[in-house]
């Protein structure tokens, strides 16, 4: 356990006095001069030993001419966030990389450059990541309208309070989700070809034994492919059936989940955060609500503490039970192990349902509580649960670890070491598999987790194998967790104050944070006392995880590169937001 | 299985029922359809999960004869659109419903796939597929449960029981049906049938917006 959580605040002193601390009401961390940023980062690299880069975003703060670079530090032995913000002109906006500090930046900076339009000197690889090469603007800047806009809030003044319904179509000229730039002619148009992505990558052209010239190819795996854990695309380098390069390819799912949640209620935002990580809407949900709960400064009843800590711990179970369930499939034990992570993951759902009223997008958690109370029924329906699961895990471990085809598979392929898991920003169960013991639930403790005795797991070897040993440590230890959340339930009140559809956010910023089952999802909030949020950003764990890929990728075979996907688990509603 | 193959009003003896079966041509070709639909093995997003959870032990479609989710569109019967469709995703899907051969059907899972959905106003959403694919069924939900997607592919079963050989199989026809054109990514997507359209809607733009923003004029 780790007691450094009084880091950021107290001693300021220590930092030199190019470090502005953010004084603003309701702000928090440092300001940095932006041509300073980078000297910054190897400085709390080096000397402070904020060795992890969680987050890399950005906050457009139109009219004014600002644009504000958000970085969250942590150090990998625990504590709190570091957070340190540079000012842009919107105009220029230019700011040296971090990825030759903290490589973990690559692809939140490509994000940043696509949806922000901040340019990163020196970032190796700076291409659009989210949408496609050839896209028009800048997305999350707030002077760029998508085809449907309509207005900047929720409701919209020409809806409500009369109750008319618009159909966004009939305002486009195009009568289409739309929006071309003036004298586009679309015949004239030649499209990206990917050669830009291509071209971006390694090219090991080697002289064979014989003396003859052998070339590499390349292989685009997805965006349709059964392997891919949905529409994800890599695009592999091959030297015969060795990786010699590779890039992640993503995008194919990107639904705006940002820009739609800025135009939100705060509230409003909640359905959609179930949509990000589809299988783990619990998860998504308690993240959202301890951000909003930070502006709001309110906290929930005792009960709604524990209903909340059950939930989150039930879907943990559920994303790993199918985390490994799939992870066999790519392994090639097609479909049978799945059946068997898919029956259990029923029950929870069942109990989810009974719960909240939908299957997979619960919608369960509210600023100050959780929405229902949970009766005596579900939590006999809980207790059936927790009485089967262990025995099931059981018997999933006794048919799957025994497998020589598993662990041939499975052991030494994919190897992580922990130094690059922790500079590639990695977090969750691929972080603890590489011998990191790192968990945000006693790293950061939030909510009530620090009540309860439960180990974290952590695994030595950095492969394949270790990942699945881990989650199935890891259902283990929240059954443990849940066991002791039934046992000391308390009754009372599941919410603070009334039910209320509007919260009155009072102007700040948020990051609230919670060791979802994939790492750590966190959600950074600017609120300027409006009724939406004036910046919504979702770190997505699954999507800096994928910094890594490429990595683990290098040297091994085509068919490892599936399995060391299926090993990292990603769900593309979060990866793409 | 004898009740939908055998015509009605047909009588068969006491002793040969069961043995014979007294139908007409489409009713045995399209009963060997609605039987054996493939679903193209592709998942989009959020309603992918539900469509594995239904063809997983507790729901299990291969009681319609749909078990078999082909990785290939070649072999695919019909596509489960399971999920929301992104501008950047639908150049894809459209050219893997030109690969599937027909008779083809399209079903649109869930609120995403059928209109957009919660994502419509997103900027890189399509808003449902069926701007691109001519969709069969509609399954509202969001997501729909396993139960209702099972609905809804029996509605898809039911359709393909009142397609007559004679005026509805238009794949047997001369000419076939022409492929879509896929669409291509340039400043927004471009559908290749209303390049007209766009080129008339970007002219009418020019004067009324700034060299450097793209935004759409609304009132």
């Known amino acids: ?577 | 299985m004898k009740e939908s193959l055998n015509s009605p009003g047909v009588q068969i003896p006491e002793e040969l029922s069961g043995l014979v079966a007294i139908t007409t041509l489409d009713r045995i070709y399209n009963w060997g359809r609605r039987n054996s639909l493939w679903p193209l093995m592709s998942g989009l997003a959020c309603c992918a999960i539900e469509m594995i959870c239904t063809a997983a032990s507790r729901y299990d479609f291969s009681r319609f004869g749909m078990e078999v989710m082909r990785p290939s569109p070649r072999q695919a019967d019909f596509m489960l659109i399971s999920g929301t469709v992104t501008k950047k995703m639908v150049p894809q899907l459209v050219r893997l419903y030109n690969q599937m051969p027909e008779p083809k059907y399209v079903v649109a899972m869930g609120a995403c796939a059928s209109g957009g959905g919660p994502f419509k106003e997103g900027y890189s959403v399509v808003p449902g597929i069926d701007k691109f694919l001519p969709v069969d069924v509609y399954i509202p939900g969001c997501p729909p449960t396993p139960q209702a997607l099972l609905n809804g592919l029996m509605k898809l079963q039911e359709k393909i029981d009142h397609q007559a050989l004679k005026t509805d199989a238009h794949w047997y026809k001369k000419d076939g049906s022409a492929p879509i054109p896929v669409p291509i990514l340039g400043p927004d997507l471009i559908d290749l049938r209303k390049v007209e359209q766009i080129r008339l809607a970007s002219q009418v733009q020019q004067p009324a917006s700034d060299a450097d923003n793209n935004e759409v004029p609304h009132e």
């Open chain 1, 1 to 577: 356990m780790s007691d450094q959580s009084a880091v950021v605040g107290t001693v300021t002193e220590v930092f030199p006095d190019w470090f502005s601390p953010d004084s603003r009401p309701g702000y928090a961390g440092y300001i940095v001069p932006s041509e300073r940023m980078r000297e910054a980062a190897g400085y709390l690299k080096n000397r402070k030993h904020f060795d992890m880069l969680t987050s890399v975003t950005s906050a457009d703060y139109f009219p004014e001419d600002r644009i504000e670079m958000v970085y969250h530090f942590r150090r990998s032995t625990g504590g709190e966030p570091l957070r340190i913000k540079c000012f842009l002109s919107r105009v220029e906006s230019q700011i040296d990389s971090l990825v030759d500090v903290f490589p973990g930046a690559e692809l939140q900076e490509r994000e940043v450059w696509d949806l922000m339009g901040v340019r990163f000197t020196g970032h190796p690889d700076l291409r659009r990541i989210l949408t496609w090469e050839g896209f028009a603007g800048h997305p999350l800047r707030k002077d760029w309208k998508e085809p449907f806009f309509e207005d900047e809030i929720k409701p919209y003044k020409s809806r409500w309070p009369e109750g008319k319904f618009i159909r966004a179509e009939e305002k486009n000229p195009l009568g289409d989700n739309l929006c071309f730039p003036p004298g586009f002619d679309p015949e004239s148009w030649v499209p990206d070809k990917d050669e830009i992505l291509y071209k971006s990558m390694t090219r090991v052209a080697k002289a064979g034994e014989d003396g003859m010239d052998s070339d590499t190819i390349i292989v685009n795996l997805g965006p349709q492919h059964p392997s891919t854990h949905g529409v994800f695309r890599m695009v592999a380098r091959l030297d015969g059936e060795t990786v010699v390069d590779l890039k992640p390819v993503m995008g194919y799912l990107h639904r705006n989940h940002e820009k739609i949640g800025e135009r939100n209620t705060f509230l409003g935002n909640m359905p959609f955060t179930d949509r990000l990580d589809y299988i783990c809407s619990m998860s998504n949900n308690f993240a959202y609500a301890l951000a909003v709960e930070k502006l709001l400064n309110i906290a929930p009843p005792e009960r709604a503490e524990y209903i909340r800590v059950i939930m989150a711990e039930l879907t943990r179970i559920v994303n790993h039970l199918v985390a490994n369930g799939f992870l066999m499939n790519d392994l090639g034990a097609f479909f049978t192990p799945v059946l068997y992570s898919l029956e259990e993951r029923e029950f929870i759902l069942d109990f989810f349902e009974a719960a909240s009223g939908s299957r997979m997008m619960c919608n369960y958690y509210r600023f100050g509580g959780v929405v229902r109370d949970l009766d005596e029924n579900m939590m006999s329906m809980l207790k059936a649960i927790l009485e089967r699961l262990p025995r099931k895990m059981d018997e999933l471990e006794k048919y799957l670890i025994g497998s020589e085809i598993v662990r041939i598979r499975s052991e030494g392929v994919g190897i992580l070491t922990p130094e690059a898991a922790i500079a590639n920003s990695a977090t969750g169960p691929l972080l603890r598999a590489s011998g990191v013991p790192y968990d945000l639930r006693r790293a950061d403790p939030y909510s009530i987790y620090d009540r309860f005795d439960f180990d974290v797991c952590v695994r030595y070897h950095g492969d394949i194998y270790d990942r699945f040993m881990l989650r199935i440590d890891e259902i283990r230890q929240s059954i443990r967790i849940l066991k002791q959340a039934v046992r000391d339930m308390p009754s009372g009140p599941v919410l603070t104050g009334k039910p209320q559809y509007q919260v009155r956010v009072p102007a700040g910023e948020a990051y609230g944070r919670v060791e979802g089952p994939k790492g750590e999802l966190g959600f950074y909030l600017v609120s300027n006392g409006k009724t939406n949020p004036a910046r919504y950003h979702v770190r997505a764990p699954t999507f800096i995880n994928l910094t890594s890929l490429a990595g683990m990728s290098r040297g091994n075979k085509v068919a490892d590169v599936v399995t060391i996907l299926g090993s990292i688990d990603i769900v593309l509603g979060e990866v793409d937001r």
